[in-house]
């Protein structure tokens, strides 16, 4: 009896602590200097980038900086910050990196960056 509980005890442990696939989110297109569209498998998102402003001047530089770190199938990591008439507004980073495109554009001097930097 005990040697069960323990084969079931076990089972449960890897269960829960094993590490499972994660499905990142996928960029299905650049909309704008600040607007992507995002896709995980199941559904689709529009995605703002969060604490940034792009002047009209800078927008087309801005989209084509955005695109080319950007590509169609980039996974990005996402962290909500709020959302804005059923836009999900978020700090985006590619998988792999770990400049946020908002600072990313800033640094560039392609935008301004509205709010503080998140806490590491």
């Not at 602590?17 to 299905?28: G, K, W």
């Not at 910050?81 to 507004?89: H, M, N, T």
């Not at 400049?99 to 560039?108: M, P, T």
Request: proline share 4%; net charge neutral; glycine share 6%.
């Amino acid at each position: 009896m005990q040697r069960l509980q323990f084969v079931l005890l076990s089972i449960l442990l890897v269960l829960f602590i094993a590490p499972l696939p994660v499905m990142a989110a996928e960029v299905l297109r650049v909309s704008s200097s600040s607007l992507l569209l995002v896709g995980d498998h199941n559904r689709t998102y529009t995605v703002r980038l969060a604490c940034l402003q792009v002047d009209q001047s800078d927008e087309a530089e801005a989209m084509a900086w955005l695109k080319s770190e950007l590509p169609r199938r980039r996974r990005v990591n996402l962290r909500p910050e709020g959302s804005s008439e059923g836009v999900l507004l978020a700090r985006v980073t590619s998988i792999g990196s770990d400049v946020d495109l908002s600072a990313g554009l800033a640094a560039a001097g392609l935008g301004r960056l509205t709010c503080d930097s998140p806490q590491a």
